[in-house]
């Protein structure tokens, strides 16, 4: 018998993703660096389907069906080049690689480059969901030539994550690194949201003044309503877990400095190149960072602050938390209207045409920023695929009209208690920044004219113009 695909690299994401191909009835070829993983996961899941163990490139090959799906799960960077110049020689033209790593799509647009003059189809795959994604389902992202997907496609559609409506959590995004790239774009709005569920709980304990408990109550009912999604979900679990050793709230032992592992900055990197403002997303990004300078926080411990003022009553606080809500709600249509700005952005710069409804279809289910909200994105590109912004769409833009007021409130009251939300901040000034009739844009051109003659363009007629700023200040046609 031979496979209809193999996965080589079988830590966790590759050992779930094989077996998950394996539990629908597929033939799954496994093979790893290290041989004790690959003999590992036939005998402990051997019984779940049909592997064929490869100790060798050479029988790991040998026993793929053509045209050959060889998926890499390895770590991303150097490890997946190593494995892909350990294979291509030993494929033919046809055959396909598939890497489901992390990579950041610049590599994959380069390795599809070189492959494809070998003849091989190079996808580049993101895949969210984390290990329990890739064994029950996680959404799937690949890129690559549209006639990989021809035979590559059933298969991703029968092991990926389904919608509610049971429409399958994978698409062909787009030529070469679109699938990698909006797996980019996903992480980073991964982060905002994050960044905004946490100033979220910062506010619900610092100004409502109420326990991890009852915070996870807060965020419990918000998942019946609008927000409903994984994070929310989580985070009530998370902030309602009691540490053991201590009998204290869970989220009062752990250290508060986050990591991160690279692709939201890169987002943040990539939006700068193609000069996208997502400034939610940055934002995220920044708070994370700012959390693990220990040093320099410890440093900063005795800098002067407002007097706390705790909400009294019982309702102020209630009222309150509902107030937050709004403001996270409204924050998150700018972190998803920012996000979308960066796919659109990526597209046209190398392309992709990317169908943005399919995108936020795709999120639906499986990944980790997977919410109901997502449905709604998807019908306001559906409806008008040339939505020149999230924030065009009439729904979206009724509900933060709807929430504006209580989301300025919010913005007010952490500034003044000096609780830190630069998610929350920096989304309303996008905002604000975008709706704007007259920007101080104008003052810096000024400034520019005046210090670099750059010169400026005028309101009332085409060209451009340069004021003779150290002369007798007259305007001239530049
Ligand atoms: P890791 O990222 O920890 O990678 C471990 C695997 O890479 C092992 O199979 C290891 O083989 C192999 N490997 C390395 Br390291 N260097 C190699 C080399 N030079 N040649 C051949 N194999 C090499 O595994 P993971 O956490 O399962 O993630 C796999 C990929 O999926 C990554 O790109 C990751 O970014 C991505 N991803 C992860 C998640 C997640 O939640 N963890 C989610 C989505 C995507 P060995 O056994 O011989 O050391």
């Not at 326990?211 to 985070?235: C, H, K």
């Not at 597209?347 to 399919?358: F, N, R, T």
């Not at 065009?392 to 009209?401: M, N, Q, V």
Request: aromatic share 8%.
């Amino acid at each position: 018998t031979s496979a209809q695909i193999g996965v080589t690299g079988l830590a966790v994401m590759g050992r779930n993703l094989a077996r998950n191909f394996a539990r629908n009835g597929y033939t799954v070829a496994v093979h790893n660096r290290t041989v004790s993983r690959t003999k590992a996961l036939v005998e402990e899941f051997g019984s779940e389907g049909d592997f064929i163990g490869a100790e060798t490139a050479e029988e790991f090959v040998a026993a793929l069906e053509r045209p050959r799906r060889l998926v890499i799960m390895v770590k991303a960077g150097e490890p997946t080049d190593a494995v892909i110049q350990e294979f291509a020689p030993l494929l033919e033209p046809g055959d396909m690689i598939i890497d489901g790593g992390n990579a950041h799509f610049a590599d994959t647009r380069r390795r599809e480059k070189a492959l494809r003059e070998q003849g091989i189809h190079f996808v580049g795959m993101g895949v969210s969901g984390g290990e329990e994604g890739a064994l029950h389902g996680p959404s799937i992202m690949p890129g690559g030539p549209k006639e990989s997907y021809d035979s590559l496609g059933p298969m991703l559609e029968k092991i990926s994550a389904k919608a509610k409506d049971g429409a399958p959590c994978v698409t062909h995004v787009g030529p070469d690194g679109a699938g990698h790239f909006v797996k980019m774009v996903h992480n980073g709005i991964e982060y905002a949201d994050m960044q905004l569920i946490g100033e979220a709980y910062q506010l619900l304990r610092d100004v409502a003044g109420y326990s991890p408990a009852e915070i996870a109550d807060v965020f419990r009912t918000w998942n019946q309503g609008r927000l409903d999604s994984y994070l929310i979900e989580i985070t009530a679990e998370v902030l309602s877990h009691v540490d053991a050793a201590t009998g204290k709230p869970f989220v009062d032992v752990v250290v508060d400095e986050a990591e991160q592992k690279g692709t939201g900055r890169w987002t943040v990197q990539i939006a700068l190149d193609l000069g996208v403002p997502v400034s939610g997303i940055a934002e995220a990004v920044f708070a994370r960072s700012l959390s693990g300078h220990a040093a320099l926080r410890a440093a900063s411990q005795g800098l002067a602050g407002p007097k706390p003022k705790a909400l009294g009553k019982e309702e102020e606080a209630a009222a309150f938390a509902d107030r937050v809500e709004q403001a996270l709600y409204a924050s998150k249509i700018v972190s998803y209207t920012q996000g979308f700005h960066e796919i659109t952005a990526g597209s046209e710069e190398y392309d992709w045409d990317i169908d943005l409804g399919a995108v936020a279809s795709i999120w639906r289910g499986g990944c980790i920023i997977r919410a109901a909200f997502l449905d709604r994105i998807r019908a306001a590109y559906d409806a008008r695929p040339d939505l020149p912004s999230l924030l065009s769409d009439e729904t979206f833009a009724r509900e933060i009209a709807g929430a504006q007021d209580d989301w300025r409130e919010v913005v007010i009251a952490s500034v003044r208690q000096g609780v830190p939300t630069p998610g929350f901040s920096a989304a309303l000034a996008y905002y604000d920044g975008l709706r704007a009739d007259r920007l101080p844009a104008a003052l810096t051109q000024g400034q520019r004219d005046f210090f670099g003659a750059h010169t400026y363009r005028r309101v009332d007629r085409e060209g451009s113009f340069h004021t003779l700023w150290g002369g007798d200040r007259s305007e001239v046609s530049a």
